[in-house]
């Protein structure tokens, strides 16, 4: 069979080809293969597709849908996901997924058992030239109310808040003033500059790697609540612990209240393998109900009889347990004990069923 075949680009743009090998030709595009316009524009997914009979009338078609306008190319794209999402009786509609890039395969939705929590980073970029944002964080509402907050704060009262230099307060004034929910987007897991992140390395995984992240792994944010790996945020700076108050709330643990814990038991009782900070895991732990499981790792060295945690070792170890966690597709908290990147290794005698540590040598 030969196709001609639309491709939606990493920066939104569509380009058109032609194959005889639809998957294969997509596959080669992703890895750097395919077309010279493409390599700069990775990943790609794709936004339409026909069938053809012969070579001759694929490449016929191929000119046809290049000479088209670009309204008519996004049209064109158009009607074809609003035709695969509707699906046929009996059907469920299907997508194109730019992730695991094969036609029909759509993101997985099925119930997640265990959640992966870890803290975000005060440093954060925009980077949305390796993967596209796909998702929407479940409490924009929350962040919008959050804005508007922020955004009548004079700088001094930013800075009091943050607790920082006047150059960071001044960016991050001039930030919010700006800022904008809706556009120039990032997915959260490459959204945050952090050591964690750095070990974690979220750039170079591989699709099953990315999948993995998406449905396990939750960034705990005072900002946003709880973010998925691929989901669109803009820059912020707004920490947890930050004594912001609210019409209701003396501070944001009191504003997101039981939601954040809420959303990460939404497939039932909650599985959580817990790497984030005390910070963080404190909006999570006080809502905690029977029949939860609820795991904290822990990374440190013995000294003395008793275990030092250094903060930036820690950091580290974390960003490593999720690239540990992605590679062999764990599933229950229990598999996190055969990490033992850094030198780190599960120390059993010193760990129990709602803490596991690890130790290395000093």
């Given amino acids: 069979m030969n196709y001609t075949y639309l491709l939606r680009c990493a920066d939104g743009s569509l380009y058109c080809g032609w194959t005889n090998r639809l998957e294969e030709r997509i596959l080669a595009h992703n890895s750097g293969k395919g077309a010279k316009y493409t390599k700069t524009r990775r990943p790609v997914a794709l936004a339409y597709f026909e069938e053809h009979a012969t ?8 000119a046809a849908i290049k000479r088209m306008t670009k309204s008519q190319k996004e049209r064109l794209a158009d009607q074809f996901g609003r035709k695969n999402q509707s699906g046929g009786e009996g059907q469920e509609p299907q997508q194109a997924c730019p992730f695991c890039l ?13 959640k992966i929590i870890i803290s ?18 479940v409490f924009c509402r929350e962040a919008e109310e959050l804005l508007k907050l922020l955004q009548s704060f004079s700088e001094e009262e930013l800075g009091e808040l943050f607790k ?39 750039q170079i995984f591989t699709g099953e790697e990315w999948e993995y992240v998406c449905r396990h792994l939750r960034i705990l944010s005072g900002f946003y609540g709880v973010l998925r790996a ?27 209240g039981d939601k954040i814990y809420r959303e990460l038991a939404a ?5 959580i393998l817990n790497l984030a900070s005390k910070e963080y895991s404190r909006a999570v732990e006080p809502y905690l109900r029977t029949g939860d499981r609820f795991v904290t790792c822990v990374f440190g060295t013995l000294k003395d009889g008793k275990v030092r945690v250094k903060a930036t070792e820690a950091k580290m170890a974390r960003g490593e347990m999720v690239r540990f966690l992605a590679g062999t597709q764990a599933s229950e908290p229990e598999e996190a004990r055969a990490f033992n990147e850094m030198g780190f290794s599960f120390c059993e005698e010193r760990s129990t069923d709602c803490e596991y540590v690890f130790l290395k040598e000093d």
């Fill in 102 to 114: 094969k036609k029909g395969r759509k993101r997985r939705k099925e119930p997640v058992s265990m």
């Fill in 164 to 202: 920082a230099n006047a150059a960071i307060t001044h960016e991050n004034y001039l930030r919010y003033a700006q800022m904008d929910l809706k556009t120039g987007l990032t997915p959260a897991v490459l959204a945050y500059v952090g050591i964690q992140y750095q070990h974690m390395a979220p």
């Fill in 120 to 137: 975000p980073a005060k440093k954060m970029q925009i980077k949305n030239d390796d993967m596209p944002w796909r998702e929407t964080p």
């Fill in 267 to 271: 497939d039932g009782p909650a599985v």
């Fill in 55 to 62: 070579k001759s009338e694929a490449m016929k078609r191929e």
């Fill in 230 to 256: 691929d989901d669109g945020i803009v820059p912020y700076r707004l920490e947890m612990q930050a004594k912001l108050k609210t019409d209701l709330h003396k501070d944001l643990y009191g504003f997101w």
